[in-house]
């Protein structure tokens, strides 16, 4: 079922995923949208934290799937793993935001653009 890190408990575990599929669900959404293909999907929900990475899984039109987002820290107790999501949530925001200005100024320069072409 869910595959647990030997350096965290099954209890705490457990614990951080109940917890981040309870509370989490736009920081979830987010690491997908951040660290991997896929941008849009119907719902997200983690099924398992490592040291080195989280297991989630999406629900996109065609089913279900598997995405593994790395950590940027170890997260070798429930402290360290807690640590790692925010720091992780954080950066994800930022990469997000980053990107949605990018495609803005591009809207804008081809905005831009075209208006020349059409003088």
Do not use: C
Request: cysteine-free.
């Amino acid at each position: 079922m869910m595959n647990i890190s030997t350096s965290l408990s099954t209890a705490l575990s457990q614990s951080i995923v109940e917890h981040m599929n309870k509370d989490h669900k736009q920081a979830l959404a987010d690491y997908v949208r951040a660290y991997s293909e896929y941008q849009t999907f119907d719902d997200v929900e983690m099924v398992a934290i490592h040291t080195r990475h989280i297991d989630l899984e999406i629900v996109t039109g065609e089913g279900k799937v598997a995405v593994a987002i790395p950590l940027p820290e170890s997260a070798n107790d429930v402290s360290n793993a807690r640590q790692a999501l925010v720091i992780l949530a954080h950066e994800s925001r930022r990469t997000l935001a980053k990107r949605a200005q990018t495609k803005q100024e591009a809207d804008v320069s081809s905005s831009a653009l075209e208006q020349d072409n059409n003088s």
